[in-house]
Antibody, heavy 116, light 110 residues
Framework: EVQLVESGGGLVQPGGSLRLSCAAS????????MHWVRQAPGKGLVWVSR????????SYADSVKGRFTISRDNAKNTLYLQMNSLRAEDTAVYYC?????????WGQGTLVTVSS | QLVLTQSPSASASLGASVKLTCTLS???????IAWHQQQPEKGPRYLMK???????SKGDGIPDRFSGSSSGAERYLTISSLQSEDEADYYC????????FGGGTKLTVL
């Protein structure tokens, strides 16, 4: 069974940093591209970033480019999102997700609140 | 630019059927999409992948009450025999250089 478990969310001041993790199990982690998607309170789903299977290629939404860094550790089956220079508008639940031949899988999300 | 358009809200009565629409932007009518359900205070749940020819493949455990169809740039999600637990937000999604989501449709079961 595919499982994605996010962690690392919390309250951070504007301008601060946070690193999110996504622990994966139930599939061959090193074979799949991974994604981060966020959802601000009361709003819709927004794609944030993706990384290819070996970590050599990444892509970001314009809103986070230059501030967020996606990475992965295939030995630990873990995906990361390093978030720097955080802003109030980054407040959201952050989900990790994958697309497989069998469909899409989502984690339960981790809440990031940027506030002073 | 790849854009997905959804109506913000829909409603239907318990036991009835409802058809939700997702429209692909001009020039992208051949794209496949995915439908996801998000019940209140929960994370998204994958429902199905829907191709331009209307063929679709559903996620594990998705009831037969959920089906998909396509016409041109429109992608549809039909839910029959509506139940109270179907009250949720429904998002369509596609993928190109990045994932793209529609704005979501809030379904109310009356």
């Amino acid at each position: 069974e595919v499982q994605l478990v996010e962690s690392g969310g919390g309250l951070v001041q504007p301008g601060g940093s946070l690193r999110l993790s996504c622990a994966a199990s139930g599939f061959t982690f090193s074979s799949y591209w991974m994604h981060w998607v966020r959802q601000a309170p009361g709003k819709g789903l927004v794609w944030v970033s993706r990384i290819n299977s070996d970590g050599s290629s990444t892509s970001y939404a314009d809103s986070v480019k230059g501030r967020f860094t996606i990475s992965r550790d295939n030995a630990k089956n873990t995906l990361y999102l390093q978030m720097n220079s955080l802003r109030a508008e980054d407040t959201a639940v952050y989900y990790c997700a994958i697309a497989t031949p069998g469909g899409f899988y989502w984690g339960q999300g981790t809440l990031v609140t940027v506030s002073s | 630019q790849l854009v997905l358009t959804q109506s913000p809200s829909a409603s239907a009565s318990l036991g009835a059927s409802v058809k939700l629409t997702c429209t692909l932007s001009s020039g992208h009518s051949s794209y496949a999409i995915a439908w996801h359900q998000q019940q209140p205070e929960k994370g998204p749940r994958y429902l199905m992948k829907l191709n331009s020819d209307g063929s679709h493949s559903k996620g594990d455990g998705i009831p037969d009450r959920f089906s998909g169809s396509s016409s041109g740039a429109e992608r549809y999600l039909t839910i029959s025999s509506l139940q109270s637990e179907d009250e949720a937000d429904y998002y369509c999604q596609t993928w190109g250089t990045a994932w793209v989501f529609g704005g979501g449709t809030k379904l109310t079961v009356l």
